[in-house]
């Protein structure tokens, strides 16, 4: 899971029992994780670093989430890059983010959150530009409701994308 934060989708899949593999910036953000894992009793693999830092051998992963990750404009399609690289063949990528017109939405309630750069937020043009060998079983813009504490209320705009790697 690339920027899992706190952990809470990567401790998630874990309880499916899924072998879970997270990264993200922070080290506050890892030790968060690991006490919600211990708290809900699985394990999972941590690591501290940039993304373009960390070492994985290519086609290491059967899956991989991307949800919310908010990746610095000039470094987003190299990421996408990475992803693909990580995933074996048939692997399935479980993407949402924040759609571009979701920019829209954050000026009329800031409290709805997320990136206020707009070349941080992804549009369905882009990922299937940078998912050009993937099999498309999701891919749709939509608008929900999000309630996710104080930093994300209100109605927003995400891209929802599942796609198998051929």
């Known amino acids: 899971m690339p920027a899992d934060g706190e952990g809470r989708n990567g401790v998630y899949a874990a309880t499916l029992?899924?072998?879970v593999t997270s990264f993200d910036l922070s080290a506050e953000g890892k030790t968060k994780a690991l006490s919600l894992a211990e708290e809900y009793n699985v394990g999972i693999t941590y690591l501290v670093g940039d993304f373009e830092l960390i070492s994985f051998d290519e086609e290491k992963f059967d899956a991989v989430g991307l949800i919310y990750a908010h990746i610095d404009a000039a470094k987003k399609q190299l990421f996408d890059q990475q992803i693909n690289d990580l995933l074996k063949?048939?692997?399935i990528i479980l993407l949402e983010a924040f759609s571009k017109s979701h920019i829209n939405y954050n000026e009329i309630?800031?409290?709805?959150?997320g990136p206020r750069d707009v070349e941080m937020l992804y549009s369905t043009e882009e990922i299937l530009s940078d998912f050009v060998n993937y099999d498309i079983l999701l891919l749709e813009e939509i608008?929900?409701?999000?309630?996710?504490?104080?930093?994300?209320?209100?109605?927003?705009?995400v891209i929802r994308f599942v796609g198998r790697k051929r």
Do not use: D, F, Q, R
């Open 17 to 19: 029992g899924w072998s």
């Open 89 to 91: 063949p048939a692997g």
């Open 109 to 113: 309630n800031p409290k709805v959150g």
């Open 143 to 157: 608008e929900i409701t999000l309630n996710e504490g104080i930093y994300h209320t209100g109605i927003g705009s």
